[in-house]
Each structure stands twice: as structure tokens, then as C-alpha cells.
């Protein structure tokens, strides 16, 4: 069974610190993406990495996926409030038929 | 707003009974999905359609069974349900297929078992 595990499972910082998520898994991921999940709604997709070693930025969110394609990164400067929610990764795995397994999960709460 | 429907928004019902859930995509999408959402298993993957067509399987129990019509909406059946169904269940859309499509998720339905 593929697993993604994410870590830290909670962070609670204050606003303006930094602070990064890691997905992490003993697989080979075709893609990977992140998405945020507010309470009662449905995750919202930030990014998708596809290349080893790609990084994309937005905004004040860096994202990177490992050189071996099984671990991502997201690394949020200066948090706001705003930031506040639940982070994902997901990483589509197979070959021909794609199946998405998704992170355990990061709960963030960012305090002003 | 995703541009993802979902009915219903709740779903209260008894052990043993049957639901629908139903789910309508992105206009000119053509790829549905399922996941189940719980507290302690994360977001799961239950299945995908493509233009009718199943197209993957993931930790979809039996008692579960889903289709996608000709216009593209898709329902999702629970037969037989037991208190451990209890979740939230999300439809998400896409044009294409994975592995580099974006998916966009509808709002989800509350299922409560009693």
C-alpha cells in the first residue's frame, strides 16, 4: 500500500514566522500536488510538480519535489492568518491508470 | 466555487439503509471522482469515471458502487450502511486524466449513520 505521510500533523505559529510541511513517501510519484481545505469545504488545488527537483512559488508559497520524485516540500514565508487550514499533498501513482493517494495531512493555524 | 455540485449537503440515515449521493461535474469536464473523508483515515480515493467508463478503483468497499450517466453526472450508492460510513464524501472533476490534471473538488456531502 502507497502511503504519504506528512509532517509536522499540526503547527501553530505565530503570524509573520515561517514555517515548512513535508510529504514524504517510499514511492515513485508520476506528479505531486498540494491542496489547502478549509472546514466544510472541498481541498482547493495549490500546485502540481511533475519534474524531480522542480520548485515552484506562490506567492509567499515554495514548493518542491524531491530529486527522487517520492517527497515534496512546502515552505510558507511570513504566515498570515489567512494561511489558516488544512494542507494536502497527493501523489498520482501507477502507470497508464493513475490512482491519486493523498497526505495524511498538516493541520496550520496561523494566530495574529 | 469549484463549479462542482453536490446534493445532498447532509445526509442523516439509519444502519443497513441505502443512499444516493450525486455529483455533477465542471462544464466539459469528463473525469469524476470519488473520495471518502474521515477523521481517522484522511481523504480516501474510492473511484474514478471517464466519459462513462471506470476507469480506476481504490479502496471502494462492495457495499459501494458508483456510475457516471450520459450528460456526466455521477452518483455514488452506499448499500447497507454501517456506523463506520460515517464521513464526508467529495466529488472532484477534471477535463483529463491523471497524472498531471487539476482536480476540482465539489463541496462534499455529510453522511451521518445512526
Known amino acids: 500500500t502507497q502511503l504519504l505521510e506528512q509532517s509536522p500533523q499540526f503547527l501553530s505559529i505565530q503570524e509573520g514566522e515561517n514555517l515548512t510541511v513535508y510529504c514524504n513517501s517510499s514511492s515513485v510519484f508520476s506528479s505531486l500536488q498540494w491542496y489547502r481545505q478549509e472546514p466544510g469545504e472541498g481541498p482547493v488545488l495549490l500546485v502540481t510538480?511533475?519534474?524531480?527537483?522542480e520548485v515552484k512559488k506562490l506567492k509567499r508559497l515554495t514548493f518542491q519535489f524531491g530529486d527522487a520524485r517520492k517527497d515534496s516540500s512546502l515552505h510558507i514565508t511570513a504566515a498570515q492568518p489567512g494561511d489558516t487550514g488544512l494542507y494536502l499533498c497527493?501523489?498520482?501513482?501507477?502507470?497508464?491508470?493513475?490512482?491519486?493517494?493523498f497526505g495524511t495531512g498538516t493541520r496550520l493555524k496561523v494566530l495574529a | 466555487d469549484s463549479g462542482v455540485t453536490q446534493t445532498p449537503k447532509h445526509l442523516i440515515t439509519a444502519t443497513g439503509q441505502r443512499v444516493t449521493l450525486r455529483c455533477s461535474p465542471r462544464?466539459?469536464?469528463?473525469?469524476v471522482y470519488w473520495y471518502q473523508q474521515s477523521l481517522d483515515q484522511g481523504l480516501q480515493f474510492l473511484i474514478q469515471y471517464y466519459n462513462g467508463e471506470e476507469r480506476a478503483k481504490g479502496n471502494i468497499l462492495e457495499r459501494f458502487s458508483a456510475q457516471q450517466f450520459p450528460d456526466l453526472h455521477s452518483e455514488l450508492n452506499l448499500s447497507s450502511l454501517e456506523l463506520g460510513d460515517s464521513a464526508l464524501y467529495f466529488c472532484?472533476?477534471?477535463?483529463?486524466?491523471?497524472?498531471?490534471?487539476?482536480?476540482?473538488f465539489g463541496p462534499g456531502t455529510r453522511l451521518t449513520v445512526l
Open positions: 462544464s466539459g469536464d469528463l473525469s
Open positions: 472532484a472533476s477534471s477535463f483529463g486524466l491523471p497524472p498531471y490534471n487539476e482536480q476540482f
Open positions: 497527493a501523489g498520482a501513482a501507477g502507470s497508464g491508470t493513475y490512482k491519486y493517494i
Open positions: 510538480v511533475v519534474t524531480g527537483g
